[in-house]
């Protein structure tokens, strides 16, 4: 049986995997400020409640772009299964190439996209993971991550937005009833939502073109919500992050 935890700057997912499929999996808040000791209790809780405990696990594998964190979640994690988790990054086997300009700095995130991905299409392919940043990884044939754009979050330019003036709202983030709003609310709707589906095509559509075709797939915390109001996305998992740690555990067995 296997843990994998996925620690982002919004929020940890984590999931069981029993060896055949995904039997649990959670999303809570990131806090920073909070001790190893404290994740333990929230991670026993939750498993708990599934009847599990962490010294079940046979394996575990840890993705985290919070360096702040990454240390002692590994030494909690490790005190209490008896052995240390597998730590996500170019430096592990992940059973494709990293062929960027500098592989250590590539978010280990990024690495368990392109590996999930690419064991699914075994071909071209573009992963969009909405998250703080959303993100577009880039794998091509036979295997080889060869880039990343880089863009603001769906929530995270709203929140800039709302902040930086005087009289937006917080809204939600839902598309508006019509392309041509008559209030505040549907305007920011729709230049928020739309416009950020509208990103995402664009750049989809240069990467395709310079690739000559890639399979897409959108990943993370908005891409339900946004999967139906575009036609760029031939699949949508949500949890294809922690397949992908799924697939670098199995490539990395402990000793």
């Known amino acids: ?5 996925d620690v982002g700057n919004t929020t940890i997912v984590f999931g069981v995997h029993d060896g055949a499929t995904w039997t649990h999996h959670w999303r809570v808040q990131t806090v920073r400020e909070r001790l190893p000791d404290e994740y333990a209790v929230m991670f026993r809780t939750f498993l708990n409640e599934a009847g599990l405990a962490l010294e079940q696990f046979e394996q575990t594998v840890l993705s985290s772009v919070v360096p702040s964190l990454t240390a002692g979640l590994c030494a909690m994690v490790a005190q209490r299964t008896g052995f240390p988790p597998v730590v996500v990054s170019a430096r592990v086997n992940t059973g494709i190439r990293i062929n960027t300009d500098h592989p250590d700095s590539v978010g280990s995130d990024r690495i368990a996209d392109a590996v999930a991905a690419y ?36 929530g995270t330019t709203a929140d800039a937005l709302v902040r930086r003036t005087a009289q937006l709202p917080q809204i939600e983030l839902v598309p508006p009833p019509t392309m041509i709003p008559r209030n505040t609310i549907h305007a920011m709707q729709a230049g928020l939502v739309v416009g950020h589906v509208a990103m995402v095509e664009g750049i989809v559509a240069r990467i395709r073109a310079e690739l000559g075709g890639a399979q897409t797939i959108a990943t993370g915390g908005y891409a339900t919500a ?26 990395n067995p402990r000793p």
């Open 1 to 5: 049986m296997l843990l994998a935890i």
């Open 119 to 154: 064991a699914r299409f075994h071909a071209n392919c573009i992963v969009i993971d909405f998250g703080t940043a959303t993100s577009f990884t880039i794998v091509k044939e036979p295997g080889e991550m060869v880039g990343a754009v880089i863009a603001a979050g769906l």
């Open 226 to 251: 946004l999967a139906p109001l575009t036609g760029c996305f031939d699949a949508v998992d949500p949890w294809l992050t922690l397949d992908g740690l799924r697939l670098i555990a199995e490539r």
